[in-house]
């Protein structure tokens, strides 16, 4: 009767096991796609970088007359375009059309 008992908790164990170890293969391959679908920035296949938006426009804000503003707006425009541009003011092209037309409510240009 024990040796039944224990065969039975051994068989139970063993489906179990048997379960858990398919399960994670099945897990491994839906993971595998993913990887594919992996964002690269031009020919070097570089994965794209983040930007340091803070840094960059505490540098474009700094001979601002009113910094705090200037960075704030600066920020929201770094986080949707991805890009500053070089210098204290100026040089907009650079980031693209998504940083050049960027308007406010009042339609006046937001970012600087």
Avoid: W
């Amino acid at each position: 009767m024990a040796t039944l008992r224990m065969l039975l908790v051994l068989l139970a164990l063993l489906v179990f096991l048997a379960k858990v170890s398919s399960d994670f293969s099945i897990e491994v391959e839906e993971e595998a796609p993913l990887l594919s679908q992996v964002t690269v920035r031009g020919g070097n296949r570089r994965l794209m970088q983040d930007t340091d938006c803070g840094g960059l426009c505490k540098e474009r804000c700094s001979l601002h007359s009113r910094p705090n503003v200037c960075e704030r707006a600066c920020g929201t425009c770094c986080v949707r375009c991805k890009c500053v541009p070089p210098g204290t003011s100026g040089n907009r092209e650079v980031c693209g059309k998504c940083y050049t037309d960027m308007v406010t409510h009042g339609n006046k240009t937001k970012c600087p």
